[in-house]
């Protein structure tokens, strides 16, 4: 069974940065795409930003030019530099990966991010 152990998250206050991580269980390179996807309390989860095995990259326009997501290959995780953060950054983020042929989706417990005003 594939685990996804997100890490990272913390009590931030506005125009601050903080780097989440996601570490799999299993090489990262069985996944044909990762993402980061955040829920704030009372509303859906959501898209921030998908990488795909070759490195394309997708963004929410909401974090566009403030939030950066990334791999290492190396350490089956990848990243998500969140910088210039903003109060209705605030949520529970998760960590999510999709393996092929089936499309089988997976999810981490999820890390807490709090940008305080």
């Known amino acids: 069974q594939v685990q996804l152990a997100e890490s990272g998250g913390d009590l931030v206050q506005a125009g601050g940065s903080l780097r989440l991580s996601c570490v799999a269980s299993?090489?990262?390179?069985?996944?044909?795409?990762m993402g980061w996807y955040r829920q704030a309390p009372g509303k859906q989860r959501e898209l921030v930003a998908i990488?795909?095995?070759?490195?394309?990259?997708v963004y929410a326009d909401a974090v566009k030019g403030r939030f950066t997501i990334s791999r290492d290959n190396s350490k089956n995780t990848i990243y998500l530099q969140m910088s210039s953060l903003k109060p209705e950054d605030t949520g529970v983020y998760y960590c999510?990966?999709?393996?092929?042929?089936?499309?089988?989706?997976?999810w981490g417990q999820g890390t807490q991010v709090t940008v305080s005003s």
């Open positions: 990488i795909t095995t070759g490195g394309m990259t």
């Open positions: 999510n990966a999709m393996q092929p042929p089936s499309a089988t989706i997976y």
């Open positions: 299993t090489s990262i390179f069985n996944f044909n795409r």
